[in-house]
């Protein structure tokens, strides 16, 4: 828990939001060798367009995913988590896949689009 590494850390004060982004992408971050190449933009489009026709993605093999309430965090990037994407979020580092045929607000779009971007996700090479 956050309480516990502060403890460890001996940072009982501070900024709990802070120190929870800074563990996120230290927990996250892959060397240079194994972090995902990212995809080029007609790759990512192509990819989340399928994806949102009913094609799942699976999560890279050496991406690395984590978040909390607050944040997403991939490869060592942090990005805000979007209301009511906690869930899905959650599906998606249990499966190690984004389902089919997504649906959301433009702001869980994104965050998703922004998710690829860094890595995330096997894109298909057939698209």
């Not at 501070?14 to 790759?43: C, Q, S, V």
């Amino acid at each position: 828990s956050l309480q516990r590494v502060k403890t460890l850390l001996g940072t009982n004060g501070g900024d709990d939001g802070a120190l929870a982004n800074a563990l996120g992408r230290f927990a996250t971050e892959t060397k240079d060798w194994i972090t995902p190449a990212r995809p080029t933009t007609e790759e990512l489009e192509a990819a989340l367009a399928a994806c949102h026709e009913g094609t799942p993605l699976q999560v890279h093999g050496m991406a690395r995913i984590a978040f909390d309430d607050r944040s997403v965090y991939v490869n060592g990037r942090a990005r805000d988590l979007p209301a009511g994407m906690l869930d899905l979020v959650g599906d998606i580092c249990a499966s190690r896949r984004l389902a089919g045929g997504i649906r959301g607000d433009q702001e869980v779009l994104d965050c998703l689009s922004w998710m690829a971007e860094m890595g995330a996700f096997e894109l298909p090479e057939h698209l």
